[in-house]
């Protein structure tokens, strides 16, 4: 009743197209959009570190490219739920990719932090965490700021990590089986980049893990 009365001076809206919601809508997307988001049928992608596989829950097409664009650069953090809960299902039926001892997600640099306020991976993490039961570490710290990536070629986003990653601190990630959360996946270069130094740091196995993948 609370929510239909507010709703009545501040109406609800789509995220992504703008069009009225019920108040009772949790994940701030209307069924149009929501119908859109294309899910990723195609088996896990292989990094090139090997024995590293990529899997991905949606494409990075339409509706999704428009939720991940929101939430990670408008700050409209509600469509966290709904990448989390996209994750989450993919899991369900994957279960192999939650068969770890441990989650953790790509960093950002420290002046990132400071402009986003947030780390949009790591909060995808943490939503994916509670419902295997799993813990979160921040293993991994970004020694320098470097350029996008959705604006270099392939080879470019290649040198532009290249030992952009450390373990941090003095985590002790040990034979430890880890499971690496990203928003979206194109060339894999991020992914393979922390992966490659997750594994120099002693873990067993990387499982890296996206909301999308657009290759």
Known sequence: MAK????????????????CLDALNEFH????????????????????????????ACL??????????????????????????????????NPEIADVGVIT???LHKTRIEEREFNQSLLLAHRIARAFNLP???ILEKKS?????????????LVNLKNAFKIR?????????????????????TLNECARTILSGGARNVTCFTLARGI
């Open 4 to 19: 239909n009365f507010i709703n009545l001076f501040y109406p609800l809206h789509c995220l992504i197209c703008g069009a």
């Open 29 to 56: 997307l209307c069924g149009r959009c929501v119908a859109s988001i294309q899910h990723n049928a195609m088996p896990p992608f292989e990094l090139e570190t090997p024995s590293v596989m990529a899997y991905s």
């Open 60 to 93: 990075y097409e339409g509706a999704m490219k428009e939720i991940i664009h929101s939430f990670k650069y408008k700050g409209k953090l509600p469509l966290a739920k709904i990448s989390a809960m996209l994750m989450i299902d993919y899991i369900r039926e």
């Open 105 to 107: 997600a790509v960093p």
């Open 136 to 138: 979160v570490k921040n």
């Open 145 to 157: 700021r470097t350029k996008y990536q959705n604006e270099l070629s392939r080879g470019e986003r």
């Open 169 to 189: 601190g003095r985590e002790d990630i040990s034979g430890l089986d880890i499971l690496l959360i990203d928003d979206v996946m194109t060339t894999g270069a």
